[in-house]
């Protein structure tokens, strides 16, 4: 097994990889925590030169950049590797100016977990749809983002 896959199987590793990540460190992009049953995320990113836009708020993109892969992640690892996990679609709705720290915080719940599992169980496709909010430091929601997932057991061999 390579040192990066290896290094994908530790929540702990895999926060620190992603905070060395190019495309997060160049966004200012923070993963703060990601619990050991891999069921929440925090990830914050704070006001910077480099990611302000015309207007001095943060950049569109990058707003939608520190929600991009967590969900994906997060129910891959609570699902095994019985089954493919792929981000399908996402939506974001900018409500407000984002301006200083602003946070986004994933939760996995078992319930999330069990739909996924009973929905696929013959193999048909699922693709559930989970909401995140990115929100200031005041707790204003910033942006609304709805992930759709692709999910589907893989064959058995």
């Given at each position: 097994?390579?040192?990066?896959?290896?290094?994908?199987?530790?929540?702990?590793?895999?926060?620190?990889?992603?905070?060395?990540?190019?495309?997060?460190?160049?966004?200012?992009?923070?993963?703060?925590?990601?619990?050991?049953?891999w069921r929440r995320v925090v990830v914050q990113m704070g006001l910077h030169w480099y990611n302000r836009n015309y207007f001095g708020t943060h950049f569109g993109?990058?707003?939608?950049?520190?929600?991009?892969?967590?969900?994906?992640?997060?129910?891959?690892?609570n699902i095994g590797p019985d089954y493919v996990v792929w981000d399908r679609a996402a939506h974001i709705d900018f409500l407000r100016p984002g301006r200083g720290?602003?946070?986004?915080?994933?939760?996995?719940?078992?319930?999330?977990?069990?739909?996924?599992?009973?929905?696929?169980?013959?193999?048909?496709?699922?693709?559930?749809?989970?909401?995140?909010?990115?929100?200031?430091?005041?707790?204003?929601?910033?942006?609304?983002?709805?992930?759709?997932?692709?999910?589907?057991?893989?064959?058995?061999?």
């Amino acid at each position: 097994m390579n040192r990066l896959v290896r290094a994908m199987q530790s929540p702990m590793a895999l926060r620190l990889l992603f905070n060395c990540y190019p495309p997060y460190m160049m966004t200012g992009i923070t993963v703060r925590e990601i619990a050991p049953d891999w069921r929440r995320v925090v990830v914050q990113m704070g006001l910077h030169w480099y990611n302000r836009n015309y207007f001095g708020t943060h950049f569109g993109a990058s707003l939608y950049a520190m929600t991009d892969p967590f969900y994906v992640i997060m129910l891959a690892r609570n699902i095994g590797p019985d089954y493919v996990v792929w981000d399908r679609a996402a939506h974001i709705d900018f409500l407000r100016p984002g301006r200083g720290r602003v946070t986004a915080s994933f939760e996995l719940s078992p319930a999330m977990i069990d739909t996924v599992i009973a929905a696929t169980a013959g193999g048909e496709k699922h693709e559930p749809t989970w909401p995140v909010e990115v929100r200031d430091e005041a707790g204003e929601v910033v942006a609304r983002v709805a992930k759709t997932l692709y999910v589907r057991r893989k064959p058995s061999a």
